[in-house]
């Protein structure tokens, strides 16, 4: 767990949620890139950071949707996937995003823009 030092760290609870974050991304990729799958982090994005923006929109539309069902009503519970849960992908997609705007992300290719065309 991590420790707030000085004022100008951030809050040990948002500390928190980004190395639960982590914890998540890695359990995840144990089975979307497990050892035995020729499959990489890039191939799920077959149009780069299009494809990677077009599922964090859906993640933000599920979101506006789960909290306008409960903002009308107070007995609503989700069914699957909580606000929490939902803004924890959110926040991993962005790191997806922002390594595939670096080049670094797992599997993707060098001779290829950010949109995986091929570079000019």
């Known amino acids: 767990?991590?420790?707030?030092?000085?004022?100008?760290?951030?809050?040990?609870?948002?500390?928190?949620?980004?190395?639960?974050?982590?914890?998540?991304q890695?359990?995840?990729?144990?089975?979307y890139q497990n050892p035995h799958s020729t499959v990489t982090r890039a191939d799920y994005y077959p149009r780069g950071v299009f494809t990677i923006h077009d599922i964090m929109h859906a993640k933000m539309?599920?979101?506006?949707?789960?909290?306008?069902?409960?903002?009308?009503?107070?007995?609503?519970?989700?069914?699957?996937?909580?606000?929490?849960?939902?803004?924890?992908?959110?926040?991993?997609?962005?790191?997806?995003?922002?390594?595939y705007l670096r080049g670094s992300l797992e599997g993707q290719r060098s001779g290829r823009n950010i949109f995986n065309e091929p570079k000019k």
């Open 1 to 24: 767990m991590s420790s707030v030092s000085n004022s100008t760290e951030l809050p040990l609870d948002s500390v928190s949620v980004l190395e639960e974050c982590i914890a998540l």
């Open 61 to 99: 539309l599920r979101i506006k949707s789960v909290m306008e069902a409960m903002y009308h009503d107070e007995t609503y519970k989700e069914n699957f996937e909580s606000l929490e849960d939902s803004a924890k992908d959110l926040i991993n997609y962005s790191s997806f995003f922002i390594s």
């Open 26 to 31: 890695r359990r995840k990729a144990r089975d």
